[in-house]
């Protein structure tokens, strides 16, 4: 691309953009890079930027900011680099790319292979690798989850097991768009397997 953009996040994963000056790398490369700042809107962002003559579209955050970047870089057909710099970073692992490699990321746009997934929309957010629902879903919403996992969870139990609780209404359209509305299970991912 002759004119990439990248946003990112300062704040995600502990600061890890920051950390390593990734605008200073980025501006290296020949990459515009535009800082997402409390309060942004992080799509508005990135259609200005392509609005603007953004030929391929980067994001250094989590998996949620990558799905938001992606969902504009798809619909203007536009490639798109995931920069692993959020907390976990599944999505740049289930691309085979550096997990922990923040800097390395930006290389994607000068040598990196190209891979095409699907992006995916559930309760009409954009996905780029998994999604959660019911019980995991609540817990990961909930102050403190982060640095108590399995205590989060347990607390989410009683709620989730009480005579109150309702059952989880789940709707999915099948690849042939047919509606199904129960499953015991389900899985929705990018991985490789």
């Known amino acids: 691309p002759e004119r990439p953009v990248l946003i990112y996040n300062p704040l995600s994963g502990g600061g890890k953009a920051a950390a390593v000056d990734l605008a200073r790398h ?22 200005d930027a392509v609005a603007r003559g953004a030929d391929a579209l980067a994001m250094a955050g989590g998996d949620g900011s ?41 290389d994607a746009f000068v040598d990196g292979g190209e ?7 559930g309760n009409g957010r954009v996905f780029v690798n998994n999604v959660s629902l019911g019980l995991y879903a609540e817990a990961v919403q909930r ?4 640095e108590a996992k399995v205590r989060t969870l347990l607390d989410v139990l009683p709620d989730a097991l009480s005579p109150d609780a ?8 099948g690849p042939d768009d047919t509606e ?11 991985d490789p397997y």
């Open 115 to 121: 891979r095409i997934v699907d992006l995916a929309e």
């Open 143 to 146: 102050t403190g989850y982060r």
């Open 26 to 47: 980025a501006r290296e490369r020949g990459i515009e890079p535009i800082e997402l700042t409390r309060g942004d809107d992080l799509r508005a962002l990135a259609e």
């Open 66 to 106: 990558q799905a938001i970047v992606a969902d504009v870089a798809a619909a203007n057909d536009l490639p798109y680099a995931c920069v692993p710099a959020g907390t976990r970073n599944h999505f740049a692992l289930d691309l085979g790319g550096g997990r922990n490699d923040v800097v390395g990321g930006l």
């Open 180 to 190: 199904h509305r129960s499953a015991a299970a389900m899985l929705v991912s990018n």
């Open 166 to 173: 309702g059952a989880t209404a789940l709707r999915w359209l």
